[in-house]
């Protein structure tokens, strides 16, 4: 406990100690540790480090055959319905590091040393004197770069590193080309076929009961030789379908109450929407069959199909584009022309 | 047992010069380089003291340095690139079909590398033990007042540390170009097209054009493994610097004041338990990702913008988020043909923020209102300061809530409620039972202030009914020994600031009388209902009474059961209830 090795005794200003009730009493006296003062229960605690020390070894002995023993890929070992090579490697080599870590904590707990040391604390300022020398040495630095003084100099500086933002955020141009008229066209147009999500067939009106929900597809996102749309790439396809995608839903004609213009966007009962979700951008997959409200399972958002897509509940704020259809001659259904508002979360250029 | 043989470990005498060893050597040649011995001197034998809730922050840092390993493993294998592939691995369900080169090799490294899914699930447990740990560890530092000079940078560099974990968990399980994280970045660009005039110059710059584009991928992978990866060892690094600077706050104590530290030394017992603790909390990260299973990327498919699973969930940290954009209504304001989305805007981007800074200024807060400018280096209990625990306690509330928020599905589905109804009620909670919480805390504190002057002054209960003459019963009550009492004293007393009356020589109210009335008012709300340690006169008094009680008894030459408890008896070592 004489093992102070700063001795730079601070006068406490925390509490003046006539008004401490009670006493700081000091540190209590050591007490020994078993450990301490019988051999038997040191050398005890010596062969239980020891021996965890050898646990951790055999376990990592453990990974190692394990790591070649247990098979992955196409046909895995598998040991009670798990992958027996993550199991086993994760278990040995969980171990190995345990072991390690409770033998080292049980060395230091049982026969370390564990005499209590005080130390004292130093204020984190540094001496008065050491803040002046700083202080006289800035100003007389300052001083001797005359930037106080030469305004014109120091204006000019100011100016040109200022200046020198500009390339970093210029340079940052190019990140990405800019919005343009994007976010408000998508890949719909007059006489596309509205193809089903996954095959890409197309849908006949016949296809659809009362009640049925359908995600639909542009076709030119299915491109074939028979429907002449160009091939896409990757990235093309993957925006294309985050704003072209669509939900398909037949109702009686008679519950459909459309708003001025959008009388003759349904077909016999079947309306299309988009399938992307005005809040943030979520496929909205979740439908309520008798009452054609449609829930978006990020936020659940709700929104009526009956009724021009309207918000019925949830953070959304704007409608459910709705994209206007009919039949072509073959009874399938086709865009009448492309969304006539941009489809999905809003953004600050658009009304 | 006696007590003259001691274990060699505890010298009792002073280590001498031996001759120089193999290590004095070494020393030597790296002290004439780089002459760290001056350094070394000081800090080999550094006090650090002793507390489980000192713990926490270890956690974070070891997992931090499991993050680094694991994460180092995982490069090897990972391909940043959105182009598109087939996969060709071993996962049956998933071969032949089209998707990005993250995902395949995401899969590949799931189960075609051996020890890659271990790998990928440490990761992942670790990643969010670190974010844990970093949480609790800053409500423990809350709650004990441990922010207060001269620590207040370290307060703030912690909750740097916090916001850029989570950014940097993000940007992690996106990376695998799954359905899930393909739906929590589209969720991000809904939020960044959000901004006002900025917004879809942002989503466009960000994605390196439209949503989903082929850019986003590897440069969150450059933010995830290099450029938050770097401020956060910075970071990290500045944090214990200072530390060590600063030296650890301890508990008060029998002989721990303000002025000193008392503990082990770093070397060898700190250092053996601080070591011995990192790979504990390796092997335990090691054991849940070997029998865990976290992120199954393989049962979500490829990112496909036009699907996504019921039930999506992003990662448990970024809960509040996702809570904030489910309960918020839909409020979007057209105005000069432009669109203000507050229905995203205010609770994906500001909100969050708010709620952090609240946190994070109010150790200032209170710096100014109690116009403290003495160093801290005791800790508080939390009862101690029941404003402050209040407030946490009223924070804490509101991320609970706001997490319950962001699982309204769920919660509807395991509770049979109505989706709805649990939203509006969110709605409203969100305002109503922080402050209710507050209001509770606040009392619940006082009340276990008063119950430790109760303790100081007529001393614990000991549980022995006592039966007077008359036939009355009263609990005997004893003193609490001298450690605890001072425990229990070893505090500051609140002083309420009053600058409200402060004129000057013609009456005229100082300038800065309204800001000074606003503190005094903020005083007297934080501290004016807590009850104070007692006096040196009403601890003698209390004693006096204690005494006084005795002699009453004083012709009685026996007493009931429980005998040795009644103060006439010396308790030296009866057993003792509780642990008094």
Known sequence: MSDNQDTLPEISTNGLPAEEPIANPGLPAHTWRPTDIDPAAEKRAERQVAALFGISMISTVLFVVAFFAFKVGDEPTVVGGFGASTVALGLTFGIALLAIGVGVIQWARKLMGDHEIVEMRHPASSSPEDREVTLTQLAQGLDESGIGRRPLVRNTLLGAVGLLGVPMIVALRDLGPLPGDKLYHTIWTKGMRVVRDVVGTPIHVSDLQIGDLLNGEPEALFPSEENGYPELSGVDSQIAKSKGAVILHRMEPSEITPSKGRENWSVQGIVAFSKICTHVGCPISLNEQQSHHLLCPCHQSTFDLADNGRVLFGPAARSLPQLPIEVDDEGYLVAQSDFTEPVGPSFWERD | ?580
């Open chain 2, 1 to 580: 047992m006696s007590f003259d043989k001691v274990a060699n470990t505890n010298a009792k005498t002073a280590a001498t010069a031996r001759k120089p060893s193999r290590g004095a050597a070494a020393v030597e040649w790296a002290d004439d380089r780089l002459g760290l011995a001056t350094l070394a001197k000081k800090q080999l034998r550094k006090v650090f003291p002793d507390h489980w809730s000192f713990m926490l922050g270890e956690i974070a840092l070891w997992s931090f340095v499991v993050l680094l390993v694991t994460g180092v493993f995982l490069t090897l294998w990972f391909k940043p690139s959105m182009a598109e592939v087939e996969y060709m691995g071993s996962y049956d369900q998933l071969r032949g079909i089209h998707m990005s080169e993250a995902y395949a090799s995401t899969l590949d490294i799931s189960f075609d590398v051996r020890g890659g899914l271990l790998l990928r699930q440490m990761h992942h447990w670790s990643a969010m033990l670190f974010i844990a740990a970093m949480l609790v560890h800053m409500m423990r530092v809350f709650l004990t007042g441990a922010f207060r000079k001269p620590r207040e940078l370290n307060w703030i560099i912690g909750g740097t540390l916090i916001l850029l974990g989570i950014v940097e968990g993000f940007a992690g399980y996106s990376l695998p170009d799954d359905l899930l994280s393909g739906t929590g970045l589209r969720i991000a660009d809904g939020l960044v097209k959000a901004t006002p005039v900025l917004g879809s110059y942002m989503s466009f710059f960000m994605f390196g054009g439209e949503f989903p584009g082929d850019d986003i991928i590897p440069r969150l992978y450059t933010v995830h493994v290099l450029l938050i990866p770097a401020l956060l060892l910075a970071l990290i690094g500045a944090h214990m610097l200072l530390l060590v600077y600063h030296k650890h706050t301890q508990w008060p104590g029998p002989g721990r004041t303000n002025d000193n530290v008392v503990g082990y030394p770093l070397l060898p017992v700190y250092m053996a338990k601080a070591g011995g603790f990192f790979f504990i909390v390796f092997g335990v990260t090691a054991l849940m990702g070997g029998l865990l299973s976290i992120n199954p990327v393989w049962k979500y498919g490829p990112y496909d913008p036009s699907k996504v699973t019921a039930g999506s969930q992003p990662d448990w940290y970024m809960g509040i988020a996702e809570g904030l954009l489910r309960i918020m209504p839909g409020w979007e304001t057209h105005i000069w043909g432009k669109t203000i989305s507050w229905n995203v805007f205010l609770p994906g981007q500001i909100a969050p923020i708010v709620l952090l800074t609240m946190v994070l200024a109010w150790p200032f807060l209170e710096a100014w209102v109690t116009g403290d400018k003495r160093v801290h280096h005791l800790l508080q209990r939390p009862r101690n300061a029941p404003t402050r625990t209040a407030f946490l306690a009223a924070m804490i509330t509101v991320y609970g809530l706001l997490w319950a928020a962001g699982g309204n599905d769920i919660l509807a589905v395991k509770f049979h409620q109505s989706l709805e109804m649990i939203s509006y009620f969110m709605r409203g909670a969100i305002f109503v039972i922080p402050p209710i919480v507050f209001v509770i805390t606040r009392r619940w504190c006082i009340s276990l202030q008063r119950h430790d002057n109760e303790t100081l002054l007529h001393g614990y209960e000991t549980g022995v009914i006592m039966r007077s003459p008359e036939g009355g019963y009263t609990e005997r009550h004893l003193p609490v020994n001298e450690e605890r009492a001072y425990k229990l004293t070893a505090r500051d007393r609140d002083e309420v600031y009053d600058g409200a009356g402060e004129t000057d020589a013609n009456g005229v109210a100082a300038p800065d009388s309204r800001v000074k009335r606003l503190r005094s008012r903020l005083s007297t709300a934080m501290f004016v209902n807590n009850v104070q340690k007692p006096t040196v006169e009403e601890l003698e008094d209390g004693h006096h009474h204690a005494e006084h009680e005795l002699e009453l008894e004083e012709g009685l030459d026996h007493s009931a059961d429980g005998h040795q408890f009644d103060g006439r008896h010396s308790i030296e070592g009866e057993p003792l209830r509780g642990g008094h």
